[in-house]
């Protein structure tokens, strides 16, 4: 994809370097800090905060879904496919967080869908944590959405009435206690613009909302936006924008005011297309399994990464503006 934000690699000088006088000069200048080695250890390198752009709907970006429920001994411990690096070492702590990070860039993604629960709120804590530490390194992180899980935020509860100006409450307030754990972390200059927009417009996400809530055609636009700019546009004007909402594409009924839809765990396939508001989204996998919550459940073989790559090979990069 011809993505926005994709450099995997600290902001530095760059090609000012590329010259015999620009290195000349910077052979000097690492002499002169080899010379000085009490000076330059008593200084802390400053932060390396920098500015980065709204996305708008014509751009193309790669998204990706990012689940944090991960201690060294809780949350997602079993599965066929084993971390490298052993499962023990996925903790849930900002270091663990950074690797992680480190590798989505890799990968070129753009956008991180930030699952969205009342539990695991530590392991999302420290995600926003290791994303601001990157940031004051000079790194070019992804930008963060929330992802709204309403069949596990109100699983074996009352369901949400949405006709009621509590069930308003109630679905907005876990948009908001995202938002609110992101700044309480991301202290750094420019946090703002790491948090993804469009048109300078927050992106919200959502999965199944049919389920767990009810009378989905009593929430409003106006009801979604009015909660936010009350909470966050004093601080933050661009909440004062409106938003952009970003639903499930394959199960209906999804939110009335939904701008984009979007494949998002539907579907067990490599590679699925959608198209809504002139906006083609694809969805890619490179494997799938969930036999250790269903039965007999799906399983999608990852089989040495070639369904992946054949699937990235069907993405149409002049229609396709979302993976």
């Known amino acids: 994809m011809n993505a926005i934000a994709t450099v995997a690699r600290p902001r530095t000088l760059g090609g000012e370097w590329s010259s015999p006088r620009r290195r000349g000069a910077r052979l000097a200048w690492l002499v002169l800090l080899a010379a000085l080695p009490q000076l330059a250890g008593a200084q802390s390198p400053p932060a390396l905060f920098t500015p980065a752009p709204t996305f708008f709907v014509t751009n193309h970006y790669v998204a990706a879904s990012v689940f944090h429920w991960f201690t060294a001994n809780g949350g997602q411990l079993t599965g066929p496919w084993r971390p490298i690096e052993g499962r023990n070492n996925w903790t849930g702590t900002s270091e663990f967080w950074q690797g992680q990070i480190k590798q989505m860039m890799a990968a070129n993604i753009d956008v991180l869908y930030v699952h969205l629960i009342p539990s695991s709120e530590a392991q999302r804590t420290n995600l926003f944590i290791a994303l601001n530490q990157l940031r004051a390194e000079g790194y070019d992180t992804p930008k963060v959405a929330p992802f709204l899980d309403p069949m596990i935020t109100w699983d074996q509860q009352p ?34 613009d790491y948090l993804a927009r469009q048109a300078n417009k927050p992106i919200l996400d959502t999965w199944h909302v049919q389920f767990n809530c009810t009378n989905l055609t009593s929430l409003s636009r106006a009801d979604v936006s009015n909660r936010l700019s009350a909470a966050l546009g004093a601080a933050h004007p661009y909440f004062t924008n409106g938003f952009v909402m970003v639903t499930t594409a394959l199960n209906p009924p999804t939110l009335s005011f939904a701008d984009e839809k979007v494949p998002q765990f539907e579907i067990t396939q490599y590679y699925y297309a959608f ?23 799906s399983f999608l073989a990852r089989a040495g990464g070639l369904p992946y790559s054949n699937a990235w090979h069907q993405v149409d990069r002049t229609l396709v503006r979302r993976v």
Request: glycine share 12%; aromatic share 18%; proline share 2%.
């Open 275 to 297: 198209t809504y508001n002139t906006v083609r989204s694809v969805q890619l996998k490179g494997g799938y399994w969930d036999q250790n919550i269903r039965n007999p459940g």
């Open 159 to 192: 369901l949400v009435n949405l006709a009621t100006a509590a069930g308003k409450d109630e679905f907005v307030g876990q948009y908001l206690r995202f938002y609110h754990q992101y700044f309480g972390v991301s202290t750094g200059a420019y946090a703002d």
